[in-house]
């Protein structure tokens, strides 16, 4: 394997909503094939949609990132994997099924449907704002964050006012840039201030996420170090991820005015839905991989992975496999994609799945009719793309309107 290729593959600057070209290569042409990742390791890459399907599902897979030979994203990931309580994240059935049990319930459809009319309070809450401030106005600043953030801090039942020190720290804890000590560092930071939170609301609980913890902890079906990990994962996925594809689905919509259209002229909340789908079928937003090792031997597409072997899994990859999704390149609002693994699949699939559908169909079924004359403010090769987490973004988006 002197030859594997490197893994995460760069994007094309060109197209850096494209998968990378020579992972739509092996999609087509070697769809089980090896890569060489950070520390020189050649863990498996699949990239087929099919072959996605059957092997998340698959129980000779772990998960478990403690094992010799896990394929880490990167060293600080390796390090901090060590001193990791249990997750949802990184466990197997039975404790995953366990740990998952604990914070499925503020994330079921119910639930989350009952949030709607809130965060549509707070979408147009925000473009109100942005709409009476200056412009060109940075949608990342003035609606992309904020949203999905304030959202995630009213179910955890954290404070808003802390948004930036949140941001800040989950930003590097999860950095492919920052070194072993900042991501230490970060995620310490973060620990600690959800243990301190976590202790008041055990005294004084109120109803949000933590309270729901805390009150476990007492019944004694979690440590209370699980409780506080579960809070920061859930405080990093809740908004970063969101974020980012609210002002890339943005960006992806002003370069094609057509599909826009969909959204601004069309108010129809299953036809919203559907371009969501869509929206995060194309986007893929996860750009380094969803990671397993092999417990048994399986053969997969005339090869052999052997246990012990790491396994990634190119979800950006499955989503523009043309044999799953005809000319996966074009964006259609009307394609049926809900089989998109955007959300992964099995059952590690994204806890917060649900709360994300909402959270999009409620900004990308609002922003484009209340500002139907959105356009960039500034070239579209100059608009910033950061790749540093596992979810790509963007750093800003410069836009502005007429009236």
């Known amino acids: 394997m002197a030859d594997a290729p490197g893994y995460p593959m760069p994007r094309d600057s060109r197209c850096p909503f494209h998968p990378p070209a020579d992972v739509r290569r092996l999609t087509a042409e070697e769809p089980v094939s090896k890569v060489r990742i950070w520390d020189g390791s050649t863990p498996w890459l699949i990239t087929r949609h099919a072959d996605q399907r059957a092997l998340m599902n698959d129980p000779r897979l772990s998960i478990d990132e403690k094992l010799p030979g896990f394929p880490h994203m990167t060293r600080g990931r390796a390090e901090a994997a060590k001193v990791t ?71 955890l039942g954290v404070p808003y006012e802390e948004s930036a020190f949140f941001h800040r720290n989950s930003t590097v804890a999860v950095s492919h840039s920052a070194s072993e000590q900042e991501a230490q560092e970060a995620g310490a930071a973060l620990f600690g201030y959800l243990d301190g939170l976590l202790g008041q609301k055990m005294t004084a609980p109120a109803d949000d996420m933590l309270s729901e913890l805390a009150a476990r902890i007492k019944a004694g079906e979690m440590t209370r170090a699980e409780a506080v990990t579960m809070g920061v994962a859930v405080l990093i996925a809740g908004h970063e991820t969101s974020a980012s594809m609210i002002s890339l689905g943005t960006l992806l919509l002003l370069q094609n005015p057509d599909q826009l259209a969909v959204l601004r002229d069309i108010d129809d909340p299953k036809v919203i839905a559907n371009a969501v789908e869509e929206l995060l079928r194309y986007l893929t937003i996860v750009h380094t991989g969803v990671r397993r090792i ?71 079924g609002t922003l484009y009719r209340r500002v139907p004359t959105l356009r960039l403010a500034v070239p579209v090769d100059e608009v910033p793309f950061a790749f540093e987490g596992i979810a790509y973004g963007l750093r800003s988006l410069p836009v502005t309107w007429l009236g």
């Open 294 to 364: 092999a417990l048994e031997d399986i053969e997969l597409g005339g090869q052999v992975i052997r246990a012990g072997d790491g396994i990634v899994f190119d979800v950006s990859a499955a989503n523009w496999d043309a044999g799953t999704f005809p000319e996966p390149e074009r964006l259609d609002l009307g394609r049926a994609a809900r089989h998109h693994q955007a959300f992964g699949y099995g059952p590690h699939q994204c806890l917060g799945q649900s709360l994300a559908r909402v959270e999009l169909q409620v900004v990308y």
């Open 85 to 155: 309580p249990a997750l949802i994240t990184n466990t197997d059935a039975p404790e995953h099924t366990r740990l998952r049990r604990m914070v499925n319930a503020p994330f079921t459809v119910k639930r989350v449907e009952a949030l709607r009319p809130a965060i549509q309070k707070i979408t147009d809450d925000l473009i109100d704002a942005m709409l009476a401030g200056p412009r060109p106005a940075d949608l990342v600043t003035a609606l992309g964050l904020p949203v999905p953030t304030l959202v995630i801090s009213e179910l």
